[in-house]
């Protein structure tokens, strides 16, 4: 089993920067494919990043937060991060994180993940 813990998350404006941070325990999460996920009010849930082994460089982003947002982890902490600058009010949402067995399947479908977080609350005003 493993646990994921979501933090980081907040109310903050147009344009500002967040680091959400997600701490697994149970097991150690450096082969599983770690990823990020959100759901806004009446919308379905969608994915936002992940590390996938199948992507040059390792890492995957939704074409909506591309260059926007940074996945990043410390395996030392078992954790993995998301960076996120230049927020918009589009980006309001509740945040998961998600573990999957499988590294080599695809990233951005929920389905992938075997393990996920509780999530946390972004929320961007403009």
């Known amino acids: 089993q493993v646990q994921l813990v979501e933090s980081g998350g907040g109310l903050v404006q147009t344009g500002d920067s967040l680091r959400l941070s997600c701490a697994a325990s149970g097991r150690t999460i450096t082969n599983y494919m770690m990823g990020w996920f959100r759901q806004a009010p009446g919308k379905e849930r969608e994915s936002v990043a992940a590390f996938n082994w199948r992507s040059s460089g390792g890492t995957s982003y939704a074409n909506s937060v591309k260059g926007r947002f940074t996945i990043s982890r410390d395996n030392a902490k078992n954790t993995v991060f998301l960076q996120m600058d230049s927020l918009k009010p589009e980006d309001t949402a509740v945040y998961y994180c998600?573990?999957?067995?499988?590294?080599?399947?695809?990233?951005?479908?929920?389905?992938?993940?075997?393990?996920w977080g509780q999530g946390t609350q972004v929320t961007v005003s403009s």
């Open positions: 998600a573990a999957g067995f499988n590294p080599y399947i695809p990233w951005d479908r929920s389905t992938s993940y075997n393990y």
